[in-house]
């Protein structure tokens, strides 16, 4: 019996093998343009992505799109991978930290040769200066999501409040009547290392609306007194025990749209995304409690590996990309900033405004200048030491002390 | 062993079934909890206190799952490579275990502390120059680059288990064979393996399992959609934005069925008392 | 035509000439070929990258940086940090699973109706796919809303609902609580088999010399599977230096570093700081570190053996 067992598993294995290497001979004619990113899967994006790679095709019937996708979590990880296989994908969807990093590797082709910018120039985002570096550019910045408060209407009327607050300590009276625990709270925030990445920008948009920038002149200066304040209110938020302790981004975001949570400092993103799962919901938005309006942004890049096979047809294709996003309502969730773009949504939702008005903050606020693929070692270590602030009650102005301290000594 | 006395049932009762129950508790809750979590009405997800019954009128949340999801293909592709990993580690793992356990030759120590230093290497650190192995081989996104890198893993895992079984079946039946003229490729077929049978179902389902929860180099070797494994398949559900926790969950349970049913189907071959009466003669 | 072939007897392993002398190694090359080309050699790769110190993945030559990478591995603060993390994490681990082994596989043993349901109960936590554990057990940890607060709460046993997973002390708790969940079924089944495989007649001479159950499982039990119970404590030690998965989904290293083990370092390195130089020394140091303790239980058992 065991022997049969045995000549089984030879045989599913030669099997198996044969088929694996029959399956990967494969001839393409014309050319495929394999096309990374972790938007396939998103729900509606993945399909409009789809629907515009079928109407490039019928434009250019000799290039064909081939979809590489991933899940977001590993996505840059991946690309890592893939780059330093040589396995570079044709076109590569680029968020903005790993943008910097593969720009600073020598990874990513300059499109100045291969596109004819200039043409672009009219429908080109504020964030499209970041891909410039030393008069090249690296990436078509197809679009940016933008932080504002993002607030529940119902539920502000219901504790008696007639308008969002416009300064931090109207921020906290309104949270405090806001609360409800357990079943509604005035908040939803990121406040812990297992989701450093989301924390980063929030935390950053707080410091920036107190006025502090993470770097200034290229150095850090995550000492100064306005980004104190900015870790001081903060901790004066997780005090107050104004939002749900432990619970994550996809969490909370899902509470915001059950009308358990009155306010988020999030991405436009989001703001659609809470009102298609839940048409009902009345909620705004409204510039960020603070005086300073600077936001910072979540940045998309699209953009051509050196070792892509196919570069023509990739330049070709972004070309092509760029200039019909809006026609595929893309435009309209994410590329708010866009001149054309804005001009759909404002005319819908009127109070989006302030996404568009709220300038932005150098290299989109979250990308220390100077430091932009360091930023994980960066962010690791200031927000550990914010950590410590807000778990051990370590004071504010020593912990960024050292947080200073071991930014400037980082080999 | 214990004597059914009516003493001897309560004593059963509190040193077996329920320590038992309790262990099962332990083992099953947390797939309860993804029931609970999967079939809960929009507004029950998130209140206190919590509800403790999932909500069967929720059942849509499996079809949904079904319709929008992949499902059959994840599944497919799983199996296949986790029945491959599993045949395979054990049609390299016998022989070898074989070999350590009843030969002394030189260099045997050392092959294996090979086999075990292979466990001990961090699949972060060696995954790119697998990648380019693979790639140059034209393997990526094949059956076979899954199939070879977890056999990897896992067969040494199974030439250990094997091997330390082999140990404890005493050589003297062996001998007598051998003695009485049967070579020595008979004596493993129709002596030694079966007696091994329990521990080869163990390894199979060792390396079973590993391959069906393996996530890393699924992701990297097979990243074409059409080659995704059920743990690549789900990674994916967890968005930019958010995850859809009731699809999350229902799949994860939907996944769990087939390597539970594997073992409920093998485990009554790790009934071995064959090693006992063999002596005996 | 068959030939007499005396077997290597049981007290001598000697082996005479009997078999083809390379027979051994025609049945060990298979598998000890495959674990060089599909582990050792990237392995060995990965130690040259050690000794590089690139943003890439994949060093260049000029990127050659010597003993860097080691000189600040061992100057590093983080790294004892990392060391005493992983300590804890691997003795917690490894203590709790193979005694919680140990039991199932004992309750396991005993024959009774529905044995066979209970024994495949016990493989789900094994069964259900990683990120889904990780993420149910994330929510059960929910300091608001998760199940186990509220049986604390229920039970009285807490004035306060505890957040498990954000607060340096009770976080690298709940990662093993988690991680035991997942491993112990492994050490369970393999116990499972070799429990099975102890003669029924050891424990019928033992009853005949009066020892009662506790006495049969020291001086019967224990021994006869002590093999397995070694290699299942020795996998257990070197798979828990490498285990990476569900610490990243449920805390990435933790409130304040306090569940950053070696993998995770080693990940963090590589793919969040773009030093695989780096990540590499650590995976040599911690490979080395494995194979210091697999010496020290090579050495009992050789010893056992020969006893």
Not at chain 2, 212 to 239: C, H, K, P, R
Not at chain 3, 131 to 155: E, K, R, T
Request: aromatic share 14%; net charge neutral; hydrophobic share 50%.
């Amino acid at each position: 019996m065991l022997v049969k067992f045995f000549k089984l598993c030879l045989f599913v294995f030669v099997l198996a093998s044969l088929i694996a290497l029959g399956t990967s001979v494969l001839c393409a004619q014309n050319v495929e343009l394999k096309l990374a990113t972790w938007h396939w899967t998103e729900p509606g994006r993945g399909d409009t992505l789809k629907a515009i790679c079928e109407a490039f095709t019928k434009e250019y019937p000799n290039i064909t799109i081939s979809p590489v996708s991933l899940p977001y979590a590993r996505y840059q990880d991946q690309m890592m991978i893939q780059m330093a296989g040589n396995e570079a994908p044709d076109v590569l969807v680029a968020a903005d930290i790993m943008f910097f990093a593969f720009m600073n590797l020598g990874y990513l082709l300059p499109l100045d040769e291969l596109i004819n910018l200039k043409a672009l120039e009219p429908e080109f985002l504020d964030a499209q200066k970041i891909s410039q570096i030393n008069e090249k550019t690296y990436g078509l910045a197809t679009e940016y999501v933008t932080y504002a408060l993002l607030y529940n209407e119902t539920l502000f009327k219901e504790a008696g409040i007639d308008h969002p607050p416009t300064t931090p300590d109207e921020f906290l009276e309104d949270a405090k009547k806001l609360t409800k625990a357990p079943n509604q709270y005035a908040l939803g925030t990121r406040h812990s290392m297992n989701e450093e990445g989301g924390w980063w920008y929030e935390m950053s948009y707080w410091v920036e609306g107190f006025g502090g920038k993470w770097t200034t002149d290229g150095k850090p200066s995550v000492n100064t007194p306005e980004v104190i304040n900015g870790v001081k209110f903060y901790k004066e938020m997780y005090d107050a025990n104004i939002f749900p302790k432990g619970v994550d981004a996809s969490t909370y975001r899902r509470m915001f749209w059950q009308g358990k949570i009155a306010m988020l400092t999030d991405n436009q993103a989001t703001f659609f995304l809470a009102l298609s799962s839940n048409p009902d919901l009345n909620i705004k938005a409204a510039p960020g409690p603070f005086e300073n309006k600077l936001t910072n942004a979540e940045i998309v890049f699209y953009t051509i590996p050196k070792s892509a096979k196919h570069q023509k047809e990739a330049a070709i294709f972004l070309d092509w990309f760029y200039r019909h996003l809006k026609d595929y309502g893309l435009g309209v969730q994410n590329v708010v900033g866009s001149k054309s773009a804005n001009k759909i949504i404002l005319e819908k939702f009127p109070y989006l405004m302030t996404f568009v008005e709220a300038p932005l903050a150098d290299n989109g606020g979250i990308l220390p200048k100077g430091y932009e693929t360091r930023l994980p070692e960066f962010r690791h270590i200031v927000l550990n030491h914010v950590t410590s602030v807000l778990i051990n009650n370590a004071d504010p102005k020593a912990e960024m002390d050292a947080a200073q301290n071991e930014l400037l000594n980082l080999e | 062993m214990k004597k059914h006395s009516g003493k001897g049932i309560a004593i059963r009762l509190y040193s077996i079934y329920l320590p038992t129950l309790i262990f099962i508790l332990f083992a099953v809750f947390p797939a309860y909890w993804m029931l609970v979590s999967s079939l809960q009405r929009e507004g029950n997800l998130y209140i206190w206190p919590p509800r403790i019954m999932p909500d069967f009128t929720q059942f849509h949340v499996f079809q949904r799952l079904f319709t929008t999801q992949p499902i059959a293909l994840w599944l497919k592709n799983s199996l296949i490579i986790s029945l491959g990993v599993a045949c395979l580690s054990v049609l390299f793992a016998i022989p070898a275990a074989y070999a350590f356990s009843r030969f002394r030759f030189r260099g045997s120590s050392v092959m294996q502390l090979l086999l075990l230093l292979s466990q001990m290497v961090p699949s972060t650190v060696i995954i790119v120059p697998l990648f380019i192995l693979f790639r140059n081989w034209h393997l990526l996104n094949t059956y076979a680059s899954l199939i070879l890198a977890d056999t990897a893993i896992t067969a040494p895992i199974t030439v250990w288990i094997l091997k330390v079984f082999f140990d404890t079946i005493p050589t003297e039946i062996e001998e007598a064979a051998l003695i009485d003229g049967c070579t020595p490729w008979n004596v493993l077929r129709y002596i030694t393996l079966p007696i091994a049978v329990p521990s080869v179902v163990t390894g199979f389902t060792l390396s079973f399992f590993e391959a069906w929860n393996e996530f890393a180099y699924a992701l990297t070797f097979a990243n074409d959609q059409q080659m995704w494994v059920t743990s690549v398949g789900m990674a994916s559900w967890i968005g930019w934005l958010t995850t859809p926790v009731e699809i999350m969950m229902s799949g994860a349970l939907f996944f769990a069925i087939p390597s539970v049913v594997l073992f409920l189907v093998l485990q009554r071959y790790l009934v071995s008392g064959l090693a006992a009466g063999a002596v005996k003669q | 035509m068959p030939r007499k072939r005396p077997f290597p007897s049981k007290n001598s392993r000697v082996q005479k000439r009997i078999w083809p002398q390379f027979l051994p190694y025609i049945l060990t090359t298979p598998i000890i070929l495959f674990t060089v080309v599909f582990v050792l050699y990237p392995m060995f790769q990965s130690v040259i990258i050690s000794f590089y110190d690139s943003r890439s993945l994949l060093p260049q030559a000029n990127d050659y940086a010597g003993l860097k990478n080691y000189v600040w591995l061992f100057t590093s603060p983080s790294t004892l940090i990392t060391l005493r993390v992983t300590l804890f994490y691997v003795v917690g681990t490894v203590i709790c699973s193979v005694s919680l082994g140990l039991v199932a596989a004992l309750l396991l043993n005993v024959p009774y109706r529905g044995r066979g349901l209970a024994r495949a109960a016990i493989t789900v936590p094994w069964g259900t796919p990683l990120v889904a554990s990780a993420l149910i057990w994330f929510w059960m940890f929910d300091p608001q809303y998760g199940v186990i607060n509220y049986f604390l709460y229920l039970l009285h046993l807490t004035p306060q609902s505890i957040q498990w997973l954000i607060t340096p002390q009770w976080a690298l708790l709940s990662v093993i609580l988690v991680d035991v969940w997942r491993i112990f079924p492994f050490g369970a089944i393999v116990l499972l088999t070799a429990l099975q495989a102890v003669p029924a007649n050891l424990y019928d001479a033992a009853a005949v010399d009066g020892a009662g159950s506790l006495s049969k499982f020291f001086h019967v039990t224990l021994p006869s599977i002590r093999p397995s119970l070694a290699i299942t404590m020795l996998l257990y030690t070197i798979w828990g230096m490498k285990r990476f998965d569900t610490i990243w989904v449920l805390t990435q290293g933790g409130p304040l570093d306090n569940t950053s083990v070696m993998a995770v370092q080693i990940y963090r390195e590589a793919f969040r700081n773009f030093r695989i130089g780096r990540a590499s020394a650590l995976a040599v140091v911690g490979t080395i570190l494995s194979l210091i303790i697999t010496f020290f239980y090579f050495r009992k058992e050789l010893n056992h053996e020969k006893a």
